[in-house]
């Protein structure tokens, strides 16, 4: 059987209608207008929130007020309590640590032995120092008794010919008396004569011989003597140097520190203690560079030690800087409070000078004195960013010396949130 399928069609009143050309532009041009519409509406929205102030709580902020009056101009840096007189124990030479007698903290005299430190070397060189002195001291006495022996020895000729020539001169004496009588002849008396008067020179000679040996044995005994005192010397100096492996505190105080253990190896020149007068101790303040120009010596302090407070004099300032700060000595009395001691955290005011009639403010949290930056001034219910140049400061004050007058407002807090923005709104 063969089925034949075919397309029922739907009844008349299931068909969709069609709408006119004319509805169906309309419609088209509807959505059309609906879509540009929503478009800049969303253009105009992002635009907006794009635009829109950023918003601050006046109550989260700190203001200040521009006025005009004196200033007390001051630095403040914080800084160590440090001993006046400070002593170095350094090793006169090499060795190695056989004995620590003291500890830190423990109050030495001048003569107190510290450590004990050994170098064999400097042993051995002492020994061969003495030895060589004792040698020496040989050496000296058997040239003495050589020398001693060659002058008894032209002493005992030169009065052999003394004896010889009083006999000589005796015997011209009488030939000569006998030549006048007519006993001796002339020949017999000048030949007596002359034997006296050879005798005589040769007397002369040998005293001059004599007078120059002693000058010679005292010249070399000299000279030996010296040697002895030279080579005393070196052997004194090897002896003090052994004497000084034995590192004494050199002055009444405290001992701070000694960081040797028995056993340790210690270079030549290296430190191996500190020794600290406690009862005198001075401030030693860090502030900043830019700042630390203004301070000059025998300006007044006043240093915080936590337990009390002290006042003092800026007695050094340091030349150099060290990142991004000077080093201030601040001289302080002999009494200070209770608690202070050697490298305790410390802060100080360096009292600069009082100004005279000026326009200043209150610190900024991004205010630094002698710069140009900007600071967010309050104009009705926004703050505007305007530059501004600040001049000498204070703890809490800072001189305004461009872009200010006095009544304006400023934000002293620190707004860096708004960085990239002029202006922010006030609620």
């Not at 017999?188 to 034997?195: C, F, N």
Request: a neutral charge; proline letters at 5%.
């Amino acid at each position: 059987m063969r089925v034949v399928s075919r397309e029922v069609e739907p009844p008349a009143n299931d068909r969709p209608l069609a709408l006119p050309p004319r509805r169906r532009r309309r419609r088209w041009l509807g959505v059309a207008i609906a879509c540009v519409a929503g478009a800049a509406a969303a253009t105009f929205a992002i635009r907006h929130y794009a635009n829109a102030l950023p918003s601050v709580d006046r109550d989260t902020i700190w203001t200040g007020t521009v006025v005009r009056g004196p200033l007390d101009l001051s630095i403040q840096g914080p800084g160590t309590l440090v001993p006046e007189e400070i002593r170095w124990i350094s090793a006169p030479m090499a060795g190695r640590v056989v004995r620590v007698l003291a500890q830190p903290g423990a109050l030495v005299k001048a003569d107190t032995v510290l450590v004990e430190l050994e170098n064999p070397d400097a042993e051995l060189a002492a020994l061969d120092a003495d030895r060589q002195v004792a040698a020496a001291k040989v050496a000296l006495t058997t040239l003495a008794a050589s020398l001693d022996g060659q002058v008894l020895a032209q002493e005992s000729t030169v009065q052999s010919l003394e004896s010889d020539h009083a006999m000589a001169e005796h015997r011209a004496t009488i030939d000569a008396d006998m030549h006048d009588k007519g006993v001796v002849a002339a020949l017999d008396a000048d030949e007596s004569k002359g034997k006296s008067e050879q005798l005589h020179g040769r007397v002369d000679f040998e005293k001059k011989r004599l007078g120059a040996l002693q000058r010679g044995q005292a010249a070399q005994l000299r000279a030996a003597q010296d040697q002895i005192a030279r080579l005393q010397q070196l052997a004194d100096f090897r002896h003090k140097q052994l004497e000084e492996l034995k590192l004494v505190a050199g002055a009444d105080g405290v001992l701070q520190e000694l960081p040797l253990q028995p056993g340790q190896s210690v270079a030549a020149g290296a430190p191996c203690a500190k020794i600290v007068k406690p009862e005198r101790l001075k401030a030693v303040l860090r502030v900043p560079e830019i700042a630390a120009k203004d301070v000059t010596i025998g300006l007044h302090a006043t240093i915080d030690t936590r337990s009390g407070t002290v006042e003092g004099t800026v007695s050094r300032v340091d030349p150099a800087a060290e990142n991004g700060t000077v080093k201030i000595d601040v001289a302080l009395p002999a009494e200070l409070p209770k608690g202070a001691r050697p490298d305790l955290n410390v802060d100080g005011v360096v009292e600069l000078e009082k100004t005279g009639d000026i326009l200043h403010v209150g610190r900024p949290a991004t205010g630094d004195s002698h710069a140009t930056t900007t600071a967010w001034k309050i104009v009705g219910s926004e703050a505007v960013r305007v530059p501004v140049t600040f001049g000498r400061a204070s703890i809490k004050d800072i001189e305004v010396t461009g872009g200010l007058s006095a009544g304006d407002q400023i934000i002293l807090s620190d707004m860096s949130r708004f960085d990239g923005r002029d202006r922010v709104r006030l609620k």
